[in-house]
């Protein structure tokens, strides 16, 4: 099990860059934590014998906190922050999603945030999708996820 998640966390790091930038969510134990308490399904992960293939992190949020990210008056970080257990959310901020080299066009991703979308949409009167795009096979997941549900889809502007 630890060969893929040794590579996942390896590559997730390596893309994102996350522990040099300081207004990206960095999932550590105490964010963890506090994303469990927003949703269950906001880390999700397709496994297979050898662990995580894919991992999909997606955190419901009210259309107040999804339009004042989008604005860039508030960092993916405080994004997290502000979201409080327990509020009503009817937006979902599609964060980020990774998938193994040798796993990727096979529908996994998809798959898996689907059923995570489907599963927040059980809770809350989700109305929206957004994203911040960090490459094209990013946009074009997000805009397959939005289309299949017949949701619209914001995207934050890039600096």
């Known amino acids: ?17 996350t522990r040099n930038d300081p207004d990206q969510i960095s999932v550590n134990d105490e964010q963890r934590k506090r994303l469990e308490a927003i949703h269950p399904d906001t880390m999700s992960e397709y496994a297979n014998e050898d662990g995580p293939v894919v991992w999909i992190l997606m955190i419901p949020t ?7 990210f989008l604005k860039s008056d508030i960092s993916e970080r405080q994004l997290l922050m502000e979201t409080k257990p327990g509020d009503t959310y009817d937006a979902i901020y599609l964060c980020s999603a990774y998938v193994l ?26 109305k929206a ?3 911040w795009p960090f490459s094209e096979d990013g946009k074009a997941s997000a805009q397959a ?6 949701l619209p889809l914001y995207q934050k502007a890039t600096s």
């Open 101 to 126: 080299p040798e796993f990727r066009r096979k529908g996994l991703a998809k798959k898996t945030a689907m059923e995570a979308i489907a599963n927040m949409q059980k809770d809350h009167p989700i």
């Open 1 to 17: 099990m630890k060969k893929n998640l040794e590579r996942m966390i390896a590559l997730v790091t390596e893309f994102f860059n």
């Open 145 to 150: 996820l939005a289309k299949e549900l017949g």
């Open 129 to 131: 999708l957004y994203y």
């Open 62 to 68: 009210t259309s107040d906190t999804m339009q004042r």
